[in-house]
């Protein structure tokens, strides 16, 4: 049987296993059949540039330079596109591109220019570095992540994102307290603060100014950290901290710190020098705890472990405990970095990542 007496429904069964863009491009420059075949199949892509989903996604060579033409006749519907440098010739090329995607409402952008500028609706947008002036409409947006990033620049630029429901970023220099308007909507916090040197972290400061965080996730490379303990956070009920570099933190300062949250119900802590007896006051100082992660925390022994168990039995409280002994219990797949997920879930895709493999965006189902 020669290729093209392959009935069509069997033809785009097997294009739909084709996920790389060249051999797309190749394909529909065969034949007018194939041509009509592959571009059906491309009408079901959402998520370009991207590893996805089943025939959802497709991905591209990031050095290589296509075929923009075919690009825009081909990819007609998608919801998510990461674009970087290399993947068109000319910016023309990816403005045209950008601007025939009506659907279009995530995009991760890995090259400078002002391209998110001709997307009418964005949701969501990875950037390296955020400008709101390139943003057609601001209200729109609903999940920023910004590579390079700091306090006072959100504070400059807040007002223009009033929808904001999810924030990543990342601070590489030191930054000064956030001074700027309360953010409403905020829903997920995802915070890395990279400076060795002698810089107080201001993060918590800004949970304090978003009255309905759910979720944050908190990495900070600084020996001092800033906190009004004298305000409490009641809507907070995910949280993960992790000091990388300074073990000898205060145990007083940190319980100061949780006991601003009443209402935590899944803690991760990622500190070297958490120990037994301190697991031991935890339990008793956040009473609606029923996630308790310290599977990073060295000096967490079996002793910390009986005590959770023989304290919930008591008390009738179920608490999960994850320390070095058991900590193959949460499961294999969680660190496996994903650009996207499905399901707008911090306790599935975000709680137990270490902040370099938290996805750019949580796309609502």
């Known amino acids: 049987m020669l290729i093209n007496e392959i009935p069509d429904d069997c033809l785009l069964a097997i294009f739909e296993y084709l996920v790389n863009t060249d051999d797309l491009i190749n394909c529909y420059k065969v034949c007018v059949k194939w041509s009509h075949l592959i571009a059906k199949r491309a009408k079901k892509v959402k998520y370009f540039g991207v590893v996805g ?30 674009l970087s440098l290399g993947l ?7 403005i045209e591109f950008v ?7 995530g995009l991760i952008k890995r090259y400078r220019g002002p391209i998110e500028r001709y997307c009418d609706r964005l949701e969501m947008l990875s950037v390296d570095n955020f400008n709101p002036n390139n943003l057609r409409n601001g209200s729109s947006l609903k999940q920023l992540n910004v590579e390079k ?11 223009y994102l009033p929808n904001l429901e999810r924030l990543k970023m990342c601070t590489k220099v030191p930054d000064n307290r956030y001074d700027g308007p ?16 002698d810089n107080i972290f201001y993060g918590f400061q800004l949970m304090d100014l978003c009255p309905n965080l759910q979720s944050a996730h908190i ?3 600084a020996n001092a950290y800033f906190f009004d303990e004298t305000l409490k ?13 300074y073990h000898n933190h205060n145990w007083n300062n940190l319980k100061s710190l949780l006991l601003k949250y009443p209402n935590l119900k899944h803690l991760s802590l990622r500190i070297g020098s958490i120990k037994d007896e301190h697991i031991e006051e935890l339990v008793h100082i956040l009473p609606n705890l029923v996630l308790l992660d310290v599977g990073k925390c060295s000096e967490v022994t079996q002793r910390a472990a009986d005590y959770v168990k023989d304290y919930c039995k008591k008390y009738g409280r179920s608490i999960k405990f994850y320390f070095k ?27 137990f990542k270490w902040h370099g493999l938290l996805s750019k965006f949580l796309i609502p189902i």
């Open 219 to 221: 990495f900070m490379a």
């Open 233 to 245: 956070h009641k809507c907070l009920q995910d949280l993960v901290i992790e000091f990388a570099g």
């Open 99 to 105: 601007r025939k995607q009506k659907s279009l409402r």
């Open 149 to 159: 990033y700091s306090l006072k620049s959100l504070e400059r630029d807040v007002h």
């Open 88 to 94: 068109h010739r000319k910016v023309e090329d990816a």
């Open 182 to 197: 309360v953010l409403e909507k905020l829903k997920i916090l995802e915070l890395a603060f990279h400076r060795t040197c």
């Open 325 to 351: 002994g058991n900590r193959d219990e949460i499961g294999s797949d969680w660190p496996i970095k994903y650009e996207i997920v499905r399901g707008f879930d911090f306790m599935k895709h975000c709680f």
């Open 53 to 82: 989903y089943s025939s959802d996604y497709v991905y591209y060579p990031g050095s290589r330079r296509i075929d923009s033409t075919c690009l825009s006749k081909l990819f007609t519907n998608l919801q998510i596109a990461s």
